[in-house]
């Protein structure tokens, strides 16, 4: 390929990749204005198309920077898609680690999927006792047994008033298993509790020193003037220390921080273009 043919492909690929990015552009802002105003599925079918087409985008903000991946992220999270919202988190996190929304919405989608109880219908002893005496097979019990699992710790009477009403040995043994089994789940679960916590607090105390940062700037003023946000992150670190946290409290305070930091970014825009103009008239 000659130079000057080399330069017109590049300067094609220059346009093309400019017109991806103003058509992006469009469609983040329609996407943004659906996700502020609640309409999660109608952000979806903006963010998702982006993220597809120009994964690496960037929204146009300089004080909390945020991929598109954030944005498809929260969007996933507030439609209750929280396995794919994780994974869109974690990947705005790979490509900017200080996102501090991200890390916020990733806090509260794992804190979510630990604390989502999981609907299982276990059988409780009376349900077994009865079985028994209906003369369904030991067998057959501990199958079902294993599916759904069971309400009770298998004790010394709880053990003979299972054989008296026809358990077996197998049946038995497959209750000590499972309930083992849901121990172990429980401590990881509970430890994996404690990591998500921390997580959530660690974000919330990242954005409170994001905005103190601000306030030190030139156009810090424009930050959070009334302290409302920096209240709430008080309050959501506050919820976290408590020894039984009140989970939906932490996740409405999350959410309500989120929710206010993106409408924090067009007032403070707003604010700073007025004290422009301000200044340009004097």
Same mark, same amino acid.
């Given at each position: 390929?000659?130079? #000057?043919? %080399?330069?017109?492909?590049?300067? *094609?690929? !220059?346009?093309?990749?400019?017109? @991806?990015?103003?058509?992006?552009?469009?469609? /983040?802002?329609?996407?943004?204005?659906?996700?502020?105003s609640g309409d999660y599925a109608v952000a979806l079918t903006y963010f998702e198309p982006i993220a597809k087409r120009?994964?690496?985008?960037?929204?146009? /903000? &300089?004080?909390?920077?945020?991929?598109? %991946? &954030?944005?498809?992220?929260?969007?996933?999270?507030?439609?209750?898609?929280?396995?794919?919202? #994780?994974?869109?988190?974690?990947?705005?996190?790979?490509?900017?680690?200080?996102?501090?929304?991200?890390?916020?919405?990733?806090?509260? &989608?794992?804190?979510?999927?630990?604390?989502?109880?999981?609907? &299982?219908?276990?059988?409780?002893?009376?349900?077994?006792?009865?079985?028994?005496?209906?003369?369904? =097979?030991?067998?057959?019990? @501990?199958?079902?047994?294993?599916?759904?699992?069971?309400? /009770?710790?298998?004790?010394?009477?709880?053990?003979?008033?299972?054989?008296?009403?026809?358990?077996?040995?197998?049946?038995?043994?497959?209750?000590? $298993?499972?309930?083992?089994?849901?121990? $172990?789940?429980?401590?990881?679960?509970?430890?994996?509790?404690?990591?998500?916590?921390?997580? !959530? @607090?660690? @974000?919330?105390?990242?954005?409170?020193?994001? *905005?103190?940062?601000?306030?030190?700037?030139?156009?810090?003023? /424009? %930050?959070?003037?009334?302290? =409302?946000?920096?209240?709430?992150?008080?309050?959501?670190?506050?919820?976290?220390?408590?020894?039984?946290?009140? %989970?939906?409290?932490?996740? +409405?305070?999350?959410?309500?921080?989120?929710? #206010?930091?993106?409408?924090?970014?067009? !007032?403070?825009?707003?604010?700073? +273009?007025?004290?422009?103009?301000?200044?340009?008239?004097?």
């Open positions: 390929m000659t130079k #000057k043919g %080399w330069v017109c492909e590049l300067g *094609l690929l !220059l346009i093309i990749a400019g017109c @991806a990015t103003l058509e992006s552009g469009g469609e /983040f802002t329609s996407g943004r204005r659906a996700l502020m120009d994964p690496n985008y960037t929204a146009p /903000f &300089t004080s909390f920077r945020e991929s598109i %991946w &954030t944005y498809l992220g929260r969007a996933q999270y507030q439609s209750g898609k929280l396995s794919e919202a #994780k994974g869109s988190l974690e990947r705005a996190l790979s490509q900017i680690p200080g996102d501090s929304v991200a890390k916020l919405y990733l806090g509260l &989608t794992n804190l979510r999927l630990q604390t989502t109880e999981k609907t &299982t219908n276990p059988f409780t002893l009376q349900d077994i006792s009865f079985a028994l005496r209906e003369r369904i =097979e030991p067998k057959r019990v @501990a199958a079902l047994v294993r599916e759904r699992g069971v309400a /009770f710790d298998l004790t010394g009477e709880t053990e003979s008033q299972l054989r008296k009403a026809g358990a077996d040995d197998l049946l038995l043994d497959e209750i000590k $298993k499972i309930r083992a089994e849901a121990s $172990k789940r429980r401590k990881a679960n509970e430890s994996q509790l404690g990591e998500s916590t921390k997580e !959530l @607090a660690a @974000a919330l105390t990242g954005i409170r020193d994001q *905005l103190d940062y601000l306030n030190s700037t030139r156009t810090g003023i /424009f %930050w959070d003037p009334n302290k =409302e946000i920096r209240s709430q992150l008080q309050t959501g670190l506050a919820l976290l220390s408590a020894p039984q946290p009140d %989970w939906q409290k932490v996740f +409405s305070t999350g959410e309500w921080v989120g929710q #206010k930091l993106e409408e924090e970014i067009d !007032l403070v825009r707003r604010d700073e +273009s007025q004290e422009l103009r301000r200044q340009q008239q004097r």
